[in-house]
């Protein structure tokens, strides 16, 4: 079984500037994908960023981007240039191999100040 | 392409009540998974079907059920309600382990 530990239940950032969101998660499978999702007060589940673990480049989607450290565990998600559309709770997950059940973090409350 | 669709958004019921919730996943995706999403527990696996066949449970008592249909829209079911279930009910589809698209929930309100 996996699991996926956030430890920043808030986090501020001024806009324009960047913000890093930790995570870190335990799995036995050596092959697995990694989520970061964007859960805003509308409530829907937004897919923000995925990294492949075999695969050693960190994924970049425009303003966001991880800093994935596979013998470490850590699987961190930078945001760029904040916007204050950023302003969400952030999960990061992973489904193991088997791949047909995800597993959360706790959630990291992103709050973006004008 | 349409996302996926759950119906209804908001629903309150009584104390031993059942419910019935609905989720229609992206053309294509055979696979269904349920998320139960609360303040205290967070986002907990509740189960997850495939071709109509139910694939992994989470940790939930047997109230909590679930089905599939052939043309993959889903349905889950939550009998003597208590208070406890009141939670943000999230359903997701994946034609694979690649991606999940979550639909926008039905809020569930037990009085």
């Known amino acids: 079984a996996q699991t996926v530990t956030q430890s920043q239940p808030e986090m501020s950032v001024q806009e324009a500037e960047t913000v890093t969101l930790s995570c870190t998660y335990d799995t036995s499978e050596s092959d697995y994908y990694l989520f970061w999702y964007k859960q805003p007060p509308s409530r829907q589940m937004i897919l923000v960023i995925r990294q492949e673990a075999y695969k050693q480049q960190n994924a970049t989607e425009n303003r966001f981007s991880v800093n994935f450290q596979k013998a470490a565990k850590s699987f961190s998600l930078k945001i760029s240039d904040s916007q204050l559309g950023d302003a969400a709770m952030y999960f990061c997950?992973?489904?193991?191999?088997?791949?047909?059940?995800?597993?959360f973090g706790g959630g990291t409350r992103l709050m973006v100040k004008p | 392409k349409a996302g996926v669709t759950q119906t209804p958004r908001y629903l309150i019921k009584t104390r031993g009540q059942q419910v019935t919730l609905s989720c229609s996943p992206i053309s294509g995706h055979r696979s269904v998974s349920w998320y139960q999403q609360t303040p205290g527990q967070g986002l907990q696996f509740l189960f997850e079907y495939f071709s109509e066949t139910q694939r992994n449970k989470g940790n939930f008592p047997g109230r909590f059920s679930g089905r599939q249909f052939s043309n993959s829209r889903s349905e889950m079911n939550v009998s003597t309600l208590e208070l406890g279930d009141s939670a943000l009910y999230l359903c997701?589809?994946?034609?694979?382990?690649?991606?999940?698209?979550f639909g926008s929930g039905t809020r569930l309100t037990v009085v």
């Open positions: 997950s992973t489904p193991g191999y088997a791949g047909n059940m995800l597993t």
């Open positions: 997701a589809s994946s034609a694979d382990f690649y991606g999940y698209t």
